[in-house]
């Protein structure tokens, strides 16, 4: 069974280019460090969500290690930084855990 980590952001629209430039420096931030959690990213196009919304996603072979993901995302400083610049932009930010059916 597997664990999907999902980060959900809603963004001000005026901020698309902004908040992209800044997504593609975590992105650099997880190509440099293997061992940081990887990612996909999406912008829905057809959704619930609205389409200036930014979502990550990765998945994770157990929920301990999802857990120990969520602790090294919230204490690397460089995400810290990043994030502290990217979220002025943000009108709305939910985290999703889902567990992965096997049936």
Do not use: C, N
């Amino acid at each position: 069974m597997a664990y999907i980590l999902r980060f959900t952001q809603e963004y001000q629209p005026a901020h698309h280019r902004a908040v992209l430039e800044l997504e593609a420096q975590f992105k650099e931030l997880e190509r440099r460090q293997p061992d940081f959690p990887q990612g996909r990213r999406y912008q829905p196009l057809a959704s619930g969500e609205a389409t200036h919304s930014l979502i990550w996603e990765s998945e994770f072979a157990s929920l301990a290690d999802l857990q120990k993901a969520l602790e090294k995302i919230e204490t690397h400083p460089k995400h810290t930084e990043l994030l502290a610049k990217q979220s002025p932009f943000f009108t709305t930010m939910r985290t999703e855990i889902f567990k992965t059916l096997d049936l």
